[in-house]
């Protein structure tokens, strides 16, 4: 049942301060609140999620590293201390730039939030190209929802090929096949790896987990192409010493319940018998980017990211900012710094109009730099001019991500879960319950409506050249 909205009082009663509504809890959303912590503003963030996620993480909670709570900690607790920021659970559904409103839904209940400053950093969904159909096959890695999904298929497709009677049947169970050779795919796939050869190695009588197949596939002829060819290449070999098979210049034509259909650069169609596919091979901007381009006029490319202007503003629109990988400026990348910076830049054009001040000159992103495990022990980082891999490579992605998980409990026992996964040969988190498992079928069964919010919005093709974190092609 849905309730007419709430609409919170015009004017604070705490005196009327300039009210900011953040749109997302995630990198840009919570960055920016955090910027604003000092300013003598009203901040309401809006967030579809009540915790913050720190998605570069999600692979380990699919392979049973991590625990969620480590990578998802509550926003309302990490807020707690920051006295003028109201955390609010809700998805935002209509922005009004004429009125100045924001209006969120949970449950039914819908509330409509006046702004004076709006900082929009809802973020990307999953894309299929325009095949929507494969995600009840293959599923993405966006949210603690999919990792959790995932974790149950990968645990649970060992716990099958147990009771499998043909070897046929075994095969199948036991392959696992990663759509997408960017950051992300590379590192489920070695994480998948690592867990079929070195994790469950003794935990099975019937079959033997080190004869997983692990199958790393895209339709690009290189690994991590945007970390440059080198690395690449090291990273493909990097690869198959752990156990994955790279399959380059594959197009998927199809996925079913029991296989994907491939085509070859030479046109060549075959078949892969897998019982678990993943995606990791397309983001298409949450939907709020079109309802601002209807309203500002502002263009939106088919991956659903809004142009702003040099300042992170919609054209006409000064007091709205759009930031994160709903943006698009300057072929930025969508990965988590432009976030957090672009987060942080629009805070300070807030403060520094309140105070009267002339504005900060254009967005300026620096890069710094990008990373991507393979397997224990066994990283690449490309700073640039420096690019390096192996074990230094390793440390400095593990200091790296310790940094900038939230919370100082959570970095305290992901250090000891790294221990246990990485020195050892244990993975803490191995718990799936059958609800994750069969979940997502029972709340496609909800309809569209499910759909809309799990893929970020209404579909569009993206284009073919990005993978999940939106830096590779696929
Ligand atoms: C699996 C994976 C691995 C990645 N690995 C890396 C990496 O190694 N390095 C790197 O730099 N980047 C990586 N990225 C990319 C990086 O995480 C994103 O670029 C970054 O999170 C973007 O920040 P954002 O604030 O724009 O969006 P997000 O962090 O996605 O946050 C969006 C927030 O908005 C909320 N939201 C969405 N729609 C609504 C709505 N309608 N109403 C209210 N709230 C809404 C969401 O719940 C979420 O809290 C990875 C991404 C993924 C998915």
Redesign the pocket.
């Known amino acids: 049942m849905t309730t007419s909205p709430v609409r919170e009082p015009a004017a604070p009663p705490h005196g009327g301060r300039p009210r900011v509504v953040i ?8 960055f920016a609140a955090q910027r604003l912590r000092k300013a003598d503003v009203d901040i309401t963030l ?4 009540s ?9 380990q909670v699919a392979t049973g590293i991590l625990s969620e709570g480590e990578i998802a900690p509550s ?1 309302r607790e990490v807020l707690r201390r920051q006295a003028n920021a109201r955390v609010v659970l ?4 209509e922005i009004d730039l004429a009125a100045r409103t924001v209006t ?1 839904t949970v449950l039914g209940r819908a509330t409509v939030h006046p702004y004076d400053e709006l900082i929009v ?5 999953q894309s299929y190209f325009g095949n929507d159909r494969f995600a009840e096959f293959a599923p ?4 603690i929802d999919d990792a959790l999904e995932l974790r149950g298929r990968i645990f649970g497709a060992f716990e099958l090929a147990e009771l499998a009677e043909s070897q046929a049947e075994i095969d199948r169970l036991l392959t696992f096949v990663i759509v997408g050779a960017g ?2 795919g590379v ?1 489920m796939a070695g994480q998948i790896a690592e867990l079929a050869h070195r994790t469950l190695r003794r935990d099975f009588r019937h079959i033997d987990p080190t004869t997983a197949r692990v199958v790393l596939l895209d339709a690009a002829p290189a690994v991590l192409p945007s970390f440059g060819e080198k690395l690449g290449d090291r990273a493909r070999r990097q690869l198959g010493q752990t156990g994955v098979e790279v399959q380059l210049g594959a197009m998927v034509t199809d996925v079913d319940a029991d296989g994907i259909e491939i085509k070859d650069a030479d046109g060549h169609v075959r078949r892969i018998q897998a019982a678990t596919k993943i995606w ?1 091979a397309g ?1 298409q901007a ?3 980017g079109r309802l601002l381009g209807e309203q500002s006029g502002a263009e939106v490319d088919r991956a659903g990211r809004v142009a702003v202007q040099p300042d992170l503003t919609l054209p006409g629109h000064p007091e709205v900012h759009v ?5 698009a400026l300057d072929k930025l ?8 910076q ?2 942080r830049y629009a805070a300070d054009q807030i403060m520094r109009r309140l105070a009267g001040k002339a504005p900060k000159p254009p967005f300026q992103y620096h890069d710094k730099g ?3 495990t393979i397997s224990r022990f066994h990283a690449v980082v490309d700073l640039g001019k420096l690019k390096f891999e192996g074990f230094l490579a390793w440390l400095m992605w593990l200091a790296l991500h310790l940094f900038y998980i939230v919370g100082f409990k959570s970095r305290v026992t992901t250090v000891l879960h790294w221990l246990v996964s990485f020195l050892g040969r244990g993975r803490s988190q191995r718990v799936a319950t059958q609800q994750q498992v069969y979940g997502r079928l029972a709340l496609e069964h909800l309809g569209p409506g499910w759909e809309a ?1 799990k893929t ?2 209404p579909k569009v093709a993206p284009p073919a050249d990005e993978d ?4 590779q092609s696929a």
């Open positions: 749109i997302g809890s995630g990198f840009g959303g919570l809006i967030g579809k999620t915790h913050h996620l720190f998605q570069p993480l999600l692979y926003t809700g998805e935002v559904v969120s950093a809802a973020g990307a969904g993405g890695m966006k949210s950051p992300t590192e990791a983001v949450c939907g709020l930031v994160g990988d709903m943006m990348p969508g990965v988590a710094q432009v976030a957090i672009g987060g990008s990373m991507a919010s970020g919005g999940v974190t939106g830096r």
